[in-house]
């Protein structure tokens, strides 16, 4: 099914992006030009990792020229898509003090206002106080996520 969808570069990671990883990314972008996404768990720290990709990071900022990725767009998980796809409570877990924090945080960085697609998915998860983790998809089928979200996500452009 993925050979169906149009040539993208979809990235996805356990945990912060480290340096040789976003500058993969970003040379492979310079030099094919392909659609670049972020699949990302649907929480506070997911968001924080696309915007390392995107913007860069803080403590590395002298170097977000060669690493940043400002056309990088969220695929996924958004927290729409939990509720739109009525992913199973039992697969999802409440957001905690630090989560609610990151989240809160997030919302203030100036970068966040030419965002109102991002914000808006980002204050869904602080109403639905519940976050979803890539895997949580599993609970739909177990082929969910390969065979039926990415290839629809990719195919109608559904990111952000």
Same mark, same amino acid.
């Given at each position: 099914?993925?050979?169906?969808?149009?040539?993208?570069?979809?990235?996805?990671?356990?945990?912060?992006?480290?340096?040789?990883?976003? &500058?993969?990314? /970003?040379? #492979?972008?310079?030099?094919?030009? !392909?659609? *670049?996404?972020?699949?990302?768990?649907?929480? @506070?720290?997911?968001?924080?990792?696309?915007?390392?990709?995107?913007?860069?990071?803080?403590?590395?900022?002298?170097?977000?020229?060669?690493?940043?990725?400002?056309?990088?767009?969220?695929?996924?998980?958004?927290?729409?898509?939990?509720?739109?796809?009525?992913?199973?409570?039992?697969?999802?877990?409440? &957001?905690?003090? /630090?989560? #609610?924090?990151?989240?809160?945080? !997030?919302? *203030?960085?100036?970068?966040?206002?030419?965002? @109102?697609?991002?914000?808006?998915?980002?204050?869904?998860?602080?109403?639905?106080?519940?976050?979803?983790?890539?895997?949580?998809?599993?609970?739909?089928?177990?082929?969910?996520?390969?065979?039926?979200?990415?290839?629809?996500?990719?195919?109608?452009?559904?990111?952000?």
């Amino acid at each position: 099914m993925l050979l169906k969808i149009p040539d993208a570069i979809i990235i996805t990671g356990k945990g912060f992006p480290d340096i040789n990883s976003r &500058l993969m990314v /970003r040379k #492979l972008w310079d030099v094919l030009h !392909l659609p *670049t996404l972020a699949l990302v768990d649907a929480d @506070p720290h997911g968001v924080e990792i696309l915007c390392t990709y995107k913007f860069g990071s803080r403590s590395m900022s002298h170097e977000s020229h060669h690493l940043a990725l400002p056309e990088i767009q969220w695929l996924g998980i958004l927290p729409s898509d939990v509720q739109r796809l009525r992913i199973p409570d039992e697969s999802l877990i409440a &957001l905690n003090k /630090r989560d #609610l924090s990151k989240a809160k945080e !997030l919302l *203030t960085r100036p970068y966040m206002e030419s965002l @109102p697609a991002w914000k808006k998915e980002i204050e869904n998860m602080l109403e639905q106080e519940k976050k979803a983790e890539i895997q949580s998809l599993d609970s739909i089928t177990a082929t969910f996520l390969t065979d039926v979200y990415l290839p629809n996500k990719i195919r109608f452009k559904g990111w952000i």
